[in-house]
RNA sequence: CGGGGUGUAGCGCAGCCCGGUUAGCGCAUCUGCUUUGGGAGCAGAGGGUCGCAGGUUCGAAUCCUGCCACCCCGACCA
């Protein structure tokens, strides 16, 4: 045994890092908080960027890429924005080294620039700024954009992937000539990343709406996508910002509209990050390891050749390359593992632990018969296949990895969703069981906080549909008009 | 920032209380032979400023002082 996982029963939190580690995703760097993503890490995080992307673009949106620095002054200008992120930002002030006979290689004290820069933990003030200068008419909107970029805010805690110092994301940000045209795009861009989620990671998720106090700062509305882990914990996956006219005002950003009036830009701005990928491991994974759904796995096929004798060797592989041509030709993402020094148990368990969803082992005893063994990573179920129609059965399974693994994320959720009537119940049911509880609120910060403070449980989200219903909030006793849901959260 | 812990080979650790030959062990690495349908076996080899800086001592990984770093648990967050 080379290195162990940790079950999950034992230390959930210690399973996750192994996980990482074992499935070689990333590795810390070394500076604090901050992660190395490792290829097979990355590999993933390419598909996901792929699959987003073609969504961004369908709906209109282009990319575009913004420097990392921002002026410190820019921060300043949006009072709720600047309040929600000074703690946490990297400043540069000065702009080159120096050997100092005392204290060795120091920042030159003559280099100091004239105004810090912030290093971007989000772009708003400089795309609001940009688009100050880019915006006159109702002509110029609206304008749909996106970037691919890196961000940094300096957190007390990280963790990889779901919390690091400096994370990989996209940030969409666009202008519109009106109110109800801005929120239109929040919502659309909520059902992409629901819909990526969903279809993609085989992640459930619950769309719905922020609470004042988890509102993104700067926003009037914060949409969000959460998803519940195995160990009954929330994860906010993505958020949409419906950012009102803020931003505008904040940068005097107005256009001229068809009345000859001007007006403020309405805004939104939204993401998604690495942190996904922490989702995709906490959702699905086993004490075997990483189990990745078939559509965004970077291999979704290893095929292991099995061989004792030279002749073998020759045969075996001559067949695993044809497998390898007639799979990739279906558009299957297969890797022929012919290398030598490796035993075949030791690949079956690398693949194992990599969440490689499906894995083909060819020895000659299949290539006599005109078989191959098939393993499914989910379920651990072997079977014999023929090589006649092989892709065909492949691509299906492939679906039913897929499927299975949402349809089983999903029942996890349901079970773990209660609703209850009682203050009391809610705590035990969070002690005991976790998961999200449903319980009526009063709408005020006050009770929302109080119950924070008592269970350490926050409001993940006002769900958008299914809640509505008038009751009375079991801490406060006032009317409530929806339930909302209820989580320890990441 | 508060509480706890850890720094010794690439990784994981022992040794420290009670100072004393050449600082050990497991995994990994390299070489050779045998192996190959679920993490191979045997034999050999390489690899260390014991976190940093002072101090005590004939002698410090070990005792003392100071510093630094990282990890875990809380408050904050995509």
């Known amino acids: 045994m080379a290195e162990a996982i940790t079950p999950r029963a034992t230390d959930y939190s210690q399973w996750y890092l192994d996980v ?6 990333a590795d810390y760097s070394p500076v604090r908080g901050c992660m190395i993503i490792r290829p097979n890490g990355y590999a993933l995080w390419e598909n996901m960027q792929a699959a987003l992307d073609g969504m961004f673009k369908e709906t209109g949106h282009e990319n575009a890429y913004f420097p990392i620095f921002i002026p410190q002054s820019f921060l300043a200008k949006e009072a709720d924005h600047v309040e929600g992120f000074a703690k946490e930002c990297a400043v540069v002030t000065h702009s080159r080294l120096k050997v100092d006979d005392e204290h060795g290689l120091i920042a030159d004290p003559d280099s100091k620039l004239e105004e810090n820069l912030i290093v971007r933990p989000t772009s708003e003030t400089i795309i609001w700024d940009t688009y100050s200068r880019w915006i006159q008419s109702w002509r110029d909107l609206p304008i749909l954009m996106n970037q691919w970029a890196n961000v940094v805010r300096w957190e007390m805690r990280t963790r990889l992937f779901l ?11 666009t202008a519109h000539a009106t109110e109800q045209e801005a929120v239109d795009e929040t919502l659309t861009i909520l059902d992409i990343y629901a819909k990526f989620a969903e279809e993609y990671m085989a992640v459930p998720v619950i769309k719905g709406v922020k609470t004042a106090s988890e509102r993104f700062a700067g926003a009037v509305e914060t949409y969000c996508i959460e998803a519940l882990m195995q160990d009954g914990k929330a994860l906010q996956a993505g958020t949409s910002h419906f950012l009102g006219q803020n931003f505008a005002k904040a940068f005097d950003c107005k256009f001229q509209n068809k009345d000859n009036e001007l007006e403020y830009v309405w805004a939104t701005s939204w993401g998604v990050s690495t942190r996904l990928i922490g989702a995709l491991i906490m959702i699905h994974s086993d004490d075997q390891g990483l189990i990745l759904p078939p559509r965004l796995a970077p291999k979704q096929v290893a095929l292991v050749p099995i061989y004792r004798k030279d002749e073998d060797m020759q045969v075996v592989l001559a067949a695993a390359a044809e497998i390898e041509k007639e799979l990739k030709a279906a558009g299957i993402r297969i890797f022929v593992d012919d290398r030598d020094g490796f035993r075949p148990g030791w690949k079956f368990n690398e693949y194992e632990v990599q969440g490689v969803p499906i894995r083909l082992a060819l020895g000659p005893r299949d290539v006599a018969n005109g078989t191959v063994e098939v393993a499914r990573r989910d379920t651990g179920e072997k079977q014999s296949m023929s090589r006649e129609g092989l892709a065909d059965s492949i691509a ?6 897929q499927q299975g693994l949402f349809d089983s994320a ?17 705590k035990q049911i969070l002690d005991e069981k976790g998961g999200f509880v449903s ?10 906080l109080r119950i924070k403070e008592e269970t350490k449980a926050t409001i993940r989200c006002i769900p958008l549909e299914g809640y509505e219903e008038d009751g009375v909030d079991p801490v ?14 990441y």
Do not use: C
């Open 163 to 173: 919390r690091t110092m400096e994370f990989l994301w996209q940030e969409g940000h």
């Open 20 to 25: 990482i580690k074992s499935a070689k995703l």
């Open 476 to 489: 406060s006793g006032q009317p409530s008009k929806s339930r909302v849901l209820f989580a320890r959260a």
């Open 439 to 448: 319980m009526h609120w009063d709408g005020t910060a006050e009770t929302e």
């Open 396 to 401: 299906e399974l492939l679906e039913s990895v």
């Open 410 to 426: 999903l029942a996890h959720r349901e079970e773990n969703t209660r609703s209850t009537d009682s203050y009391d119940e809610f």
